[in-house]
């Protein structure tokens, strides 16, 4: 089933991925391969706009592009929350944003830059990102996770994202069947409450009284905390078993990690392949769940992806 | 987002559709409308292969058909198991059956009815059948699921079937998370071991020492039998939040139940309509669950809208 993933690629030039996150700004530029050539990192302007979000990632990019004889074929842009892809605007933003929900992400590129801009949300990206060059390249069925403040997924059915009619497909974090308690969306019993870095910092601090970040936990769990280690090990299971349902139910055989959590792999992994391992799915084949390979460039390279994409779709059908 | 999920048929004739269950097999002629214009049951020579159980199928489609003037221009089956589709071979099938894995069931119906002839598996076609005639008609994003001896389940995403790249798609019944019980493929913990018509009969022999039918249950049920109601919510429960997984992850707002369990719709739906109620999909948009509008007739319409589809599309790609 492993055909190549991208459009046989008759675009020249330099592609720029930019992942606006809650606190940094990271800005790639690949080669028409989309391997990384070069990154940079700034401080999300989150309080002060949309423009000013943007022009923080442009001055990023313009240090990226000094010098550089290559011209830049196009942008993309992943970025937290709803979006509306066919016109580039975030739709729904958390509250740490001002000035956010609602801004033309791709109208304020094209007029900075002079390029075809794209965007999409960050955990799209993340998986566009891992199939396009990282844990899953060249595969055609894929799910996306990402374990972060919260838990976010994706779908690549039939070597494309799949977002559903309604633009929620893979909304895995908020389905009901992961224990009792409240979730950060109004609803409980949620995969978010068991898995997201909030969820490990509440698990800990239930445990033991002590408010951790999920990466201290991580580093306790690491020198032998076994409270730590516990709460690791019930978001593996339930990170699991929420993979085994929705590969199950789309009979799809790759499964890929990301977010803030899930550098913690290696106190994930014995509680993933444990379930994994005791569920064979319905179609006889086992689910491979491997963790981002990408790590910190998986959404500005994914970005970077759709606009490739987009670009040799344009040139393929004028 | 609702369009005909039928192609404008240029297709001319009546269709069959046979629904061949372990004990009974329903065979019914449609109008190019796919309404039902007569049907005969015969039961299954389960136990004497695959000649025999299309032999029996054809008696009863020749008693349908006898002066009749308007020609036949194909046939669909639903089966239960595992099929090829494309070769309308069975692949699987259950232990019921003899001589019924491997049997060639289009080339079978070819030679000796002279039309094209189609074959799905059983809860495919009862999707296929609802949403072409039935409680979804012209949905373009649809979940099927049948609670008979087992659970099955099946998906219309973007007006088509989605089988998936191992052809498993849409197999809720058996992905983890539903308790732990043991389930008859092996696994722990399923949907099956609480909503199929043996997990019906289990669950009240445990809470009462008596053993009885789904049906028999119902029926106490509804007589005031507190165990009987008890066993048919949990069952309601359990199909309610693995509809609200599936949905969720795939973003689809409409559900249809089907099998012999759903007949007993009014003890269901109470826990139905309360878990959906909730529990609000990340869409925003509520889950809607229905039951079955074609019944007993679901399988056969479905086969018959199969290879009403497969005909025009056939018409229309020359």
């Known amino acids: 089933?492993?055909?190549?993933?991208?459009?046989?690629?008759?675009?020249?030039?330099?592609?720029?991925?930019?992942?606006?996150?809650?606190?940094?700004?990271?800005?790639?530029?690949?080669?028409?391969?989309?391997?990384?050539?070069?990154?940079?990192?700034?401080?999300?302007?989150?309080?002060?706009?949309g423009a000013a979000m943007t022009r923080a990632a442009f001055t990023a990019l313009d240090?990226?592009?000094?010098?550089?004889?290559?011209?830049?074929a196009g942008i993309g842009?992943?970025?937290?929350?709803?979006?509306?892809?066919?016109?580039?605007?975030?739709?729904?933003?958390?509250d740490s944003f001002s000035g956010w929900a609602g801004f033309g992400v791709t109208d304020a590129a094209e007029a900075a830059l002079g390029v075809p801009a794209f965007?999409?949300?960050?955990?799209?990206?993340f998986l566009r990102g891992e199939v396009a060059h990282g844990a899953a390249v060249g595969e055609r069925h894929v799910l996306g996770m990402t374990l972060g403040t919260g838990v976010g997924g994706a779908l690549w059915i039939d070597g494309a994202l799949y977002d559903g009619p309604h633009g929620a497909a893979g909304e895995i974090g908020h389905v009901p069947g992961f224990g009792d308690l409240h979730c950060s969306c109004g609803g409980r019993g949620h995969l978010e409450t068991l898995a997201a870095g909030r969820a490990?910092?509440?698990?800990?601090a239930r445990r033991t009284g002590r408010?951790?970040?999920?990466?201290?936990?991580?580093?306790?769990?690491?020198?032998?905390d076994q409270d730590a280690a516990a709460v690791y090990e019930r978001a593996g299971a339930a990170v699991a078993r929420a993979l085994l349902i929705t590969a199950g139910v789309l009979d799809v055989t790759t499964a890929v990690l990301g977010g803030g959590v899930s550098d913690a792999w290696t106190l994930l992994?014995?509680?993933?392949?444990?379930?994994?391992?005791?569920?064979p799915p319905v179609s006889g084949r086992p689910l491979r769940v491997v963790p981002s390979r990408l790590g910190r460039d998986a959404v500005a390279v994914g970005a970077a992806a759709h606009a490739l994409t987009e670009l040799g779709a344009a040139v393929r059908t004028p």
């Open 77 to 94: 842009f992943g970025a937290a929350g709803v979006v509306d892809r066919v016109d580039g605007r975030i739709l729904v933003a958390s």
């Open 211 to 224: 408010v951790r970040s999920a990466q201290e936990i991580a580093d306790a769990a690491v020198r032998g």
């Open 1 to 49: 089933m492993n055909v190549p993933a991208l459009p046989p690629g008759p675009v020249d030039g330099l592609l720029a991925g930019v992942d606006i996150g809650g606190t940094t700004t990271r800005v790639v530029l690949c080669g028409p391969g989309l391997g990384v050539e070069c990154a940079a990192e700034v401080p999300t302007p989150a309080a002060h706009g």
């Open 269 to 279: 992994e014995p509680a993933i392949r444990a379930a994994v391992a005791e569920e």
């Open 63 to 72: 240090t990226l592009l000094d010098g550089e004889p290559r011209p830049l």
């Open 119 to 125: 965007l999409d949300n960050d955990v799209n990206a």
């Open 200 to 204: 490990i910092t509440a698990g800990y």
